[in-house]
């Protein structure tokens, strides 16, 4: 197996890291508003999950 000759800077590492952080995050469509929240995730706007009320939103 390879071995490094010399050792990756704390900088250079988290360059490397840091490049992913870039893309905005993916948005699913609720059916009952429209609304646009994280998948896999409670809908913030009606406190909606997986068609279950799970939160009580004070509209």
Same mark, same amino acid.
């Given at each position: 197996?390879?071995? @490094?000759?010399?050792?990756?800077?704390?900088?250079?590492?988290?360059?490397?890291?840091?490049?992913?952080?870039?893309?905005? @995050?993916?948005?699913?469509?609720?059916?009952?508003?429209?609304?646009?929240?994280? @998948?896999?995730?409670?809908? @913030?706007?009606?406190?909606?999950?997986?068609?279950?009320?799970?939160?009580?939103?004070?509209?």
């Amino acid at each position: 197996m390879a071995t @490094p000759k010399r050792k990756h800077s704390k900088q250079r590492s988290r360059k490397r890291r840091g490049a992913n952080r870039f893309q905005a @995050p993916q948005l699913s469509k609720d059916s009952t508003d429209g609304t646009l929240f994280r @998948p896999h995730r409670v809908n @913030p706007a009606n406190g909606m999950y997986r068609g279950r009320q799970v939160l009580d939103i004070e509209v």
